[in-house]
């Protein structure tokens, strides 16, 4: 079960009071820059010991450590004090609250997330502190999806690149107890034509497959929808990941909706028994309000995703749960509440 963070409060570790700052600024989508000022502080503090920290406290030389800053040491000494740091405490107190009104016991039934991002690709925290994040959040399972090779903006993984992600996925596992399991996963690119942009022999180490088109979203109407067809239609994809490459708002600005066919586009993923993912990210919206509907009356199945990029991000499905509520979508009919078994024997129809 997906939960809401409960506010944190005096005494608190030094770190952990950073962490959850990190996490509610980019929950609420704060400026990168101030974002990392505070997973910086985290990674310089457990480079030295907490004999050195008492120290750097008592003498007042905590900013003379590199990534520690005016901002963060004031965090750190107040929280060594055993105080609630103010600045956690204002956050807490303006944005720690529900993102969405509705959508509320949707929420708290999904289960799990088929679409994130680590620093392995374009995200901005390690595999860790996004699986740490997630457990804190009531998750069950989450699916790791870093970008495929074609991406290189977003420094997508090459075969060997994923490979090496892969062995450490299951280190993560093993860690990490039978409470909690971290599935093997892509966000891969559908190519012009329709094929995926990663090998076969790759594709089939991994758990769940989210297919996205990155490129070319301007493409005529009739190849487009042949494009989507064709990867929802493939055995290897699970999800069709934020269908119509919109975005609505945001620092990158505004991109109108794909050309193409959805009725066609949904019928295939129903015959696939593909998911269309309800992408919550407040910029991308995707896809719209009158296309979830025909999705929901052809059949499909669906998938509320944050396509998160940083840990604070997890916490946006709850914009997706307030749309798919809001719309009617049977919470059976979303994948995203069924438990890690039920989720594993869908995506992997064969290995059973």
Known sequence: MVALLPPLEAPVEPTEALRRIAFLLERNR???????????????L??????????RVEAGTLQEIHGIGKST????????????PAYLESLQDKSGGLLASGGEDLYAALRGDCHLHSDWSDGGSPIDEMVLTGIELGHEWMVLTDHSPQLRVANGLTVERLTKQLAIVDA???????????????????????????????????????ASVHSKLRM??????????????????????HCTGRLVEGSRGKRPQS???????????????????????????????????LALEIG???SIDSDAHAPGQLDMKAYGCERAER?????????????????????????Q
Request: charge should be negative; aromatic fraction near 6%.
């Open 46 to 55: 457990k480079e030295i010991g907490d004999d050195e920290l008492q120290e």
């Open 73 to 84: 040491s004031a965090v750190v000494e107040e929280a060594a004090r055993g105080e609630l």
């Open 220 to 241: 005529n109407s009739a190849p487009m929808t042949k494009r989507m067809v064709a990867a929802v239609l493939n055995p290897r994809v699970n999800v069709l990941g």
């Open 172 to 210: 993560i596992n093993r860690g990490v107890g039978e409470a909690f399991r971290l599935f093997k996963g892509i966000e891969v690119d559908i190519l012009d034509d329709g094929a995926l942009d990663q090998t076969d022999a790759m594709l089939a180490q991994l758990d769940l497959v989210t």
């Open 30 to 44: 704060a400026g990168t820059y101030r974002v990392e000022a505070f997973r910086n502080a985290v990674k310089a």
């Open 300 to 302: 499909c199945l669906f």
């Open 327 to 351: 719309l009617g979508v049977p919470w059976d009919r979303i994948v995203t509440t069924w438990d890690a078994d039920r989720l594993h024997a869908w995506a992997n129809p064969g290995s």
């Open 259 to 293: 050309d193409f066919d959805a009725r066609a586009v949904f019928e295939a993923c129903l015959e696939g028994d593909t998911a269309v993912e309800i992408n919550s990210r407040p910029e991308r919206q995707d896809p719209p309000d009158d296309l979830i509907e």
